[in-house]
């Protein structure tokens, strides 16, 4: 067997503010044979997550943070190419946790093996994955949307808000998104089946909102923070609850010009309007894989849950893509297509 | 029978920072025969509770504000002195919501007859009331605490803080308070069975609450805010639950000086340490009354629960002891004695 070149992406330097291409760096890896036990894995996806931001930063979190000199992390689905395993054989897709690399040579642990003819791949990291997963824990499990509650999703069409929306008009809620583009806003109303979406870029934001909410807000799931949140937040209703899934407007701020506190007043707004806030990481909620998985996936078959990849080929791009991620240009799960997809014309 | 005048606390203007006296006027009303169907209340006991002051306030909140002019809102424990009602009787006691006054003429719609054979009448404002109901539901029903737990109570001697402490000892947790006074926090050891107890106005309260929590903390109990909240928040474990009873270190702030933004940061904490930050209004938990009621009365009469009253004689003297509360200078649960108590000697 010819040796194998794994081509890597290297944190080079920790990013200040938004990651440049020059925070990061190529490296070819010569592999050699795998090992007893060992597979050798050719990635096929890569997803690309908000979630990475914080991993590119020295401080600690709810998961270990990145060494400059090391492959960035993500999730991936590959092909088996090798294997001196017996619960793995050539041409086995798998979903793992590998990295932004190219091919890579893996014990096996913690991989799961797909079924192409019970959904694509590609899947896998996005509507029935983590983005999936998160959607699904987050909605029902903390916003305990109720028949008729008004929900607003913010980051509407994105990975997971775009699962979001849906769950939550399937559980019978009106259901408002907010998103940028105005082609997103569009698509959210349109294709996911939400009942408004405004944007965040219009300097109307708070009135538009308060129109498309006239009985105010029973569940906001979390995103963006910053002006979304500001906007958001004096409409949620007495017992309201608010799932914070993530602040992607905040993760590459620097530095935050001096503004009053508003903690005091969130605080109150707690007490008085009895809120529930409660953040979530999808770690926490592997015992709902199964329902997830029943539940998701049979309302993808029958049509009313729709979803849309962004796919960027090329792992050289994984950096300008993942720009994208924070100026609005995605649309869609972001994956990059590293190497072909052999399930795919 | 002779008209009965009625010694009424008036609120005359809207207090800027700590009620003053001047803030509120005294007025003798003279009471008339009550009409069909009505009663004469003689006022025993007048409770008075930090959330009095947001009611100064003209903002709107979880209840109406008190309007200029008119007597200031308040739980009673009340003797029946006249009765056109088939349903109350001379002499009986009942738990009502007359406000700051002597004496009222009242339909009875929302009275409660008390036992005094069960529990002191007075109990009803505190330990088996209104602040023991909150302290209840805040707990166990938000807060949920497990065997082993770290449970932190902020004004942990106060009259709801005081009941969390002991119903977080008697469901296996350790429990941390945070008073003011010295004595305070020996009684919080001594008496209620903290595990311990450290004064917020020490300035070593943060490495202080780090030593009485080796292992974080997975509920707090908020009741005063500020500099409080501050210490005991970079505590706070994964999953860790936090109850926003009060905030009463904020009551009376007229304004505050700028200060940096807390909110962002707090927002990433409860996302990636998966915090649950939820407030409570105690009425909204009036179907838990039975459980508490049976519960806390249990505990009372085998020992495991004590309670403290902080009695002061005459209503002339509400206002200097509503400002007690907001300088540490109460200790237990205030009430104002505003007529003798014919089950005391």
């Not at 005091?264 to 329902?291: C, N, S, W």
């Not at 049979?298 to 729709?306: A, D, F, T």
């Not at 100026?327 to 795919?344: A, E, H, Q, Y």
Request: charged share 20%; net charge negative; proline share 6%.
């Amino acid at each position: 067997m010819k040796p194998v070149i794994s081509r890597q992406v290297i944190l080079a330097n920790r990013p200040i503010g938004v990651p440049q291409a020059s925070d990061f760096s190529i490296n070819e890896k010569v592999l050699g044979a795998p090992g007893p036990g060992e597979l050798l894995l050719r990635t096929i996806y890569l997803s690309l997550d908000p979630y990475m931001r914080g991993r590119m930063n020295a401080v600690a979190s709810y998961a270990p943070y990145v060494q400059t000199g090391e492959v960035m992390v993500g999730g991936t689905v590959s092909i088996v190419e090798a294997s001196n395993s017996p619960s793995f054989s050539i041409g086995d897709f798998v979903l793992g946790h590998t990295g932004w690399q190219s091919h890579v040579l893996h014990d096996g642990t913690g991989l799961r093996k797909l079924d192409p003819r019970q959904a694509p791949i590609s899947t896998a990291l996005g509507v029935l994955g983590m983005p999936g997963l998160t959607a699904y824990a987050g909605l029902l499990d903390i916003g305990q949307p109720k028949q008729s509650d008004t929900v607003v999703v913010s980051a509407a069409t994105g990975a997971v808000g775009g699962v979001v929306g849906q769950l939550a008009r399937i559980s019978g809620c009106r259901v408002v998104g907010i998103a940028g583009a105005k082609e997103k806003c569009s698509y959210a109303v349109e294709e996911l089946g939400y009942h408004a979406c405004v944007s965040h870029h219009s300097p109307d934001l708070k009135n538009q909102l308060a129109e498309a909410c006239p009985d105010g807000v029973d569940v906001y799931f979390e995103n963006v923070g910053g002006i979304v949140f500001d906007a958001v937040f004096d409409y949620l209703n007495v017992g309201a609850r608010m799932t914070v899934c993530g602040m992607i407007s905040h993760y590459n701020e620097t530095a935050r010009s001096p503004e009053p506190d508003r903690l005091p007043r969130i605080m109150r707004a707690i007490l008085t309007r009895r809120l529930k806030i409660q953040g979530i990481i999808v770690f926490d909620y592997a015992h709902r894989e199964p329902d997830f998985l029943a539940d998701v996936s049979k309302w993808i078959r029958n049509g009313e849950l729709r979803y849309r990849e962004d796919i960027v080929d090329g792992l050289d791009n994984a950096v300008s893509a993942f720009q994208g991620l924070f100026t609005g240009n995605n649309f869609g799960k972001l994956l990059i297509r590293v190497s072909d997809d052999p399930t795919r014309e």
